[in-house]
């Protein structure tokens, strides 16, 4: 009986980490994406099971979205953004291979 309790709460401890550290990387993606200006490229992208999109401008930091339909960023656009907003602005390759400007792009709730 004392075993059965014990896993379940073992169990429940382990979950609570789990979604803290998620909780906890969220905001510090956030924070770090606000506070700073970015100048940079997107490296690589996640898709999470058609939920979310990660598009990583550095090797820790990426911008998050629920969005997955329609417009999105591809690897390779450049992204520009000042200091203490979360709008930002997005330059894609032409044909010729020079960057050009494509869209604006604001993030909610942050």
């Known amino acids: 009986m004392k075993t059965k309790t014990f896993f379940r709460y073992a169990i429940f401890i382990t979950f609570s980490f789990i979604i803290g550290y998620f909780i906890f990387k969220a905001k510090s993606n956030s924070e770090h994406f606000v506070k700073n200006k970015i100048n940079s ?65 604001q993030i909610s709730g942050l």
Do not use: M
């Not at 999470?48 to 979205?65: A, G, H, M």
């Not at 992204?79 to 390759?93: A, H, P, Y």
């Open 41 to 105: 490229k997107i490296i690589r992208i996640y898709n999470y099971e058609n939920k979310t999109l990660e598009f990583y401008y550095d090797e820790k930091y990426c911008i998050t979205t629920t969005d997955t339909k329609g417009d999105t960023l591809i690897i390779g656009d450049s992204i520009n953004k000042e200091k203490n907003t979360s709008k930002f602005k997005i330059f894609r390759k032409n044909k010729f291979g020079n960057y050009e400007y494509f869209d604006e792009y």
